[in-house]
Nanobody, 126 residues
C-alpha cells in the first residue's frame, strides 16, 4: 500500500550535519507512525526516531536526543530526519518504515512496522 524511498545519506565528518528524507507514495493512513531505524555492520537494526502522522507526536532513542529531529510535511507526504552533531557511532544504513496503523505500542516496536524503504548509507568519519 505505502511505498517508502529514503535519500540524503552520505559521508560527513564528525560534528557535521545531514538531513535524510523519506518520501511516501500510495495510500497513507492518518493513524500511521513513520519510524527511522539504523543498522550498523554486524549489529541489529535499532530504533532511532518516530513520528505520528496525525498530530506529529515525536519519539527518540536516548542516544540521539538533542541531536536528531524528526519532522513531517503533509503536503509532500514526506518525513525528514535532521541529524546534527554526528558521531562515528552514528555510521549505519538508515531505514524509514511505516506501521500502516493498528500498532499496539507507542512508538511501535520494530516488528510492528509493515513497510520498509531500501535504506540509505550514512558514514561519519572521525
Amino acid at each position: 500500500q505505502v511505498q517508502l524511498v529514503e535519500s540524503g545519506g552520505g559521508l560527513v565528518q564528525a560534528g557535521g550535519s545531514l538531513r535524510l528524507s523519506c518520501a511516501a507514495s500510495g495510500r497513507t493512513f492518518s493513524n500511521s507512525f513513520i519510524g527511522w531505524f539504523r543498522q550498523a555492520l554486524g549489529n541489529e537494526r535499532e530504533f532511532v526516531a518516530a513520528i505520528r502522522w496525525s498530530g506529529g507526536s515525536t519519539y527518540y532513542a536516548e542516544s540521539v536526543k538533542g541531536r536528531f529531529t524528526i519532522s513531517r510535511d503533509n503536503a509532500k507526504s514526506a518525513v525528514y530526519l535532521q541529524m546534527n552533531g554526528l558521531k562515528p557511532e552514528d555510521t549505519a544504513v538508515y531505514y524509514c518504515a511505516a506501521d500502516n496503523g493498528g500498532s499496539y505500542y507507542v512508538p511501535p516496536r520494530r516488528y510492528e512496522y509493515r513497510n520498509w524503504g531500501q535504506g540509505t548509507q550514512v558514514t561519519v568519519s572521525a
